[in-house]
């Protein structure tokens, strides 16, 4: 290994290198340079929270993190617990040291790469055949769906083959919720507030990756290692049937041109 640090340094350096691009190759549209006042004030920020629509769908987008979040930080410690073997320690770890995580930290990045690469290929690929045909609203209800069904897969897998399974799943429930929600809610918001209000999400979801991996601790010291999936699992079930709610309340008003039966 080169560094424990590396791995923040090249984000860091990912994130330099998208916000230069975008800085050089995104312009401001000139409908908006020319507007006298664009600041997001408390103002939008209640109008946010008081449209159903873009509540919900905050809510929703909150709820997937909170529960990918803590899967990401409870991973490495639930496979020490209940599977040692595959990190080549003879017995399980109930709580692991910083030497022990490390050590098997490039076990745990194969998957987490896996997870990863599958994400994106779905988000960059898949969804653009799926939306014309099914919705993004119809999406957002299959997307948490898969989602808790993989967390509860590995929580309840008797053994690693399956928790590979619920690995495999994983990508495909995260892949078809971001980008459906981040749609609909650029769809919901005024035109000249879309840029805010999917900040505003943004905001949110940091917010979830702070509190979905405390919770997560929280519960895998007082309940077990497999507590986290599970109970993501379940947030996740009610995060679809709010999102089923949405649907039946809202899909009619986002409209979407089939191009097939």
Request: net charge positive; aromatic share 10%.
């Amino acid at each position: 290994s080169i560094s424990t640090r590396m791995p923040g340094f090249v984000a860091a350096a990912l994130s330099a290198s998208a916000a230069t691009f975008g800085f050089f190759k995104l312009p401001e549209p000139e409908r908006h340079a020319r507007a006298a006042s664009r600041v997001f004030g408390l103002d939008h920020l209640r109008r946010a929270f008081t449209d159903d629509r873009l509540r919900t769908l905050f809510l929703l987008y909150f709820l997937a993190i909170f529960s990918f979040s803590a899967f990401e930080a409870m991973f490495t410690l639930f496979g020490l617990a209940v599977f040692p073997g595959v990190f080549g320690v003879e017995s399980a770890i109930e709580h692991a040291s910083r030497e022990e995580i490390l050590a098997a930290a490039p076990i745990v990045g194969r998957y987490m790469a896996f997870i990863g690469i599958m994400a994106a290929v779905i988000q960059g690929g898949l969804i653009r055949r799926l939306v014309p045909r099914y919705g993004e609203a119809k999406l957002a209800v299959v997307g948490p769906l898969l989602l808790g069904a993989s967390l509860a897969i590995v929580g309840l897998a008797p053994n690693w083959g399956v928790v590979l399974v619920g690995c495999a799943v994983m990508p495909l429930g995260f892949g078809l919720n971001n980008p459906s929600l981040n749609s609909l809610i650029s769809r919901a918001s005024p035109e000249d507030r879309q840029g805010a209000y999917l900040g505003l999400n943004q905001s949110l979801a940091s917010l979830a990756r702070v509190s979905g991996p405390l919770l997560a601790g929280v519960l895998f010291d007082a309940l077990g290692p497999r507590s986290p999936f599970l109970a993501s699992a379940g947030v996740l079930a009610l995060a679809t049937l709010i999102a089923a709610g949405f649907r039946a309340r809202h899909g009619a008003s986002f409209a979407t041109a089939a191009s097939g039966p």
